[in-house]
């Protein structure tokens, strides 16, 4: 699933598309919007709230969607090739003169009206990109630590903690502190969740503001997710891959055995 980085540079990408001119083009192709038009509006801009972007419009409406596991938005010089238009897996087409923004196989899609997002996010926790959010992880690693009975790794995953981290990031934080991804949450110290919440969300922040270079993400490299088999960076011990949370809603878990033991 994207992962926070990912949808705030999707945020960005939205934004300067869009920007400057109307809609020409403004398609839902999802069963509750299937007869609504955009075209005519003007994007504000779009903005990232943990895995979710909220495009907004000058007439008081905002666009919501959620990328699921699958799902993406692609932007390309307008007209581009309508032929892609006849995709079934495109669920949206925002498009200007210059520009033309396809969605594919989101897995959400709601209009609102501006003053009506937090019905949609208000359940959330922080948003762990936002430019404050270093003052509100304080808050955050406070209800982090009361998630008993679960894991420190199910419960960075926890949207309603603090909104962002995914099995990478949650990989990656774990394995900078040294910490086991099913060390149970009662065993930290706010402290110590407040650290992991920090580290996170500047991983976040490095990963979305500079280029991808092989074997990182944005400028930040991987030492342990997806590298399963392959050695520790720090110790030399093969990584290893576990499940954290309850099924079906479980998500592997890439760590150390031997920096991160049980």
């Keep these: 699933m994207p992962e926070g980085d990912v949808l705030l540079r999707a945020a960005r990408r939205l934004t300067a598309a869009l920007a400057d001119e109307p809609l020409v083009r403004g ?12 075209a005519g509006l003007r994007s504000l801009g779009t903005v990232s709230y943990g895995k979710h972007l909220l495009t907004r419009f ?7 969607t959620h990328l699921r596991m699958d799902g993406t938005w692609r932007v390309e010089h307008a007209p581009g090739l309508r032929s892609r238009d006849r995709d079934p897996n495109v669920r949206a087409v925002l498009a200007t003169t210059r520009w033309t923004c396809r969605g594919y196989l989101l897995g959400m899609v709601d209009v609102v009206r501006t003053r009506d997002e937090r019905d949609l996010i208000g359940h959330l926790g922080p948003h762990l990109l936002a430019d404050d959010a270093e003052e509100h992880v ?26 962002g981290i995914g099995t990478i990031w949650m990989a990656e934080t774990l394995f900078r502190h040294r910490i086991n991804p099913w060390r149970p949450v009662t065993d930290l110290t706010v402290d110590e969740a407040t650290a992991l919440l920090t580290t996170a969300s500047r991983l976040m922040l490095t990963s979305a503001n500079s280029p991808a270079a092989p074997g990182t ?34 998500r592997p878990a890439f760590y150390c055995p031997a920096c991160q033991p049980r």
Excluded at 58 to 64: C, E, F
Excluded at 144 to 156: E, F, N
């Design 58 to 64: 000058d007439d008081g409406s905002t666009l919501h």
């Design 138 to 163: 304080p808050a955050a690693a406070a209800v982090l630590v009361t998630r008993a009975p679960a894991t420190v790794g199910a419960a960075l995953l926890d949207q309603t903690v603090a909104a």
């Design 217 to 250: 993400r944005g400028s930040v490299p991987i030492a342990a997710h997806g590298r399963e088999g392959r050695p520790c960076p720090r110790c030399g011990t093969p990584i290893a891959v576990g499940r954290v949370g309850t099924p079906p809603q479980d």
């Design 27 to 38: 398609e839902l192709r999802w069963p509750a919007y299937g007869g609504l038009d955009l």
